[in-house]
Every structure is written in C-alpha cells, then in structure tokens.
C-alpha cells in the first residue's frame, strides 16, 4: 500500500500515512495525532532503483 507525508493543518503534526489510491483521492486521510481530516499533503521527494544502467 503507498505511503504518503500529510501535514495536519489543525496540530501541525507532519505524519506519514498508509491509504489506498481510492481512499487518497476521496480525502481519507485522518491525523493520527488529533483525529482530524484537515489534512494536507506534503510532496517529497523519492528514488527508484532499477536493475539495469543506463
């Protein structure tokens, strides 16, 4: 399951979330420190590792 980094508008508290894409798109996402779904969703950066160079 994808994991996303949320910020909760309300505490402030910067979380990382476990949804669904379907549960992501509907607004799901829930502040595990406060309970609320003020949330905003923090873009960072990743990496992807593949077997083959370029």
Do not use: H, I, W
Not at 18 to 27: M, N, P, T, V
């Amino acid at each position: 399951m994808p994991t996303y980094d949320y910020k909760c508008l309300d505490c402030a508290k910067e979380s990382v979330v476990f949804l669904s894409l379907k549960d992501r798109e509907s607004g799901a996402a829930k502040c595990p420190a406060c309970g609320s779904k003020n949330m905003v969703q923090q873009f960072t950066e990743f990496m992807a590792q593949t077997g083959k160079k370029s």
